[in-house]
């Protein structure tokens, strides 16, 4: 797989077991995997940097997943 260059997959789940299946499956693309497990936390996270995908959870505490997406 080719890498994006610069880029990073940022992937939002309060459920640690499910950021760890999707990031063994995303790392044969060569790109920074960015793991959060709030939407609080994935804010801080991209802050500054620069995000090709973002996979989130929808049904998470205090700050879903759209309202996450809203916010990126």
């Known amino acids: 797989m080719q890498s994006i260059k610069g880029s990073g ?3 939002v789940d ?3 077991e499910n950021i760890m299946y999707l990031e ?3 790392v044969s693309f060569k790109s920074q995997i960015l ?5 609080r936390e994935a804010i801080e996270l991209i802050e500054g ?3 090709a995908v973002a996979l989130i959870d929808i049904n998470m505490p205090k700050m879903d997943g759209i309202e996450l ?3 990126i």
């Open 9 to 11: 997959i940022l992937i």
């Open 14 to 16: 309060d459920i640690p």
């Open 24 to 26: 063994a499956l995303l």
């Open 35 to 39: 793991k959060a497990y709030s939407g």
């Open 49 to 51: 940097k620069n995000i």
């Open 69 to 71: 997406a809203r916010r």
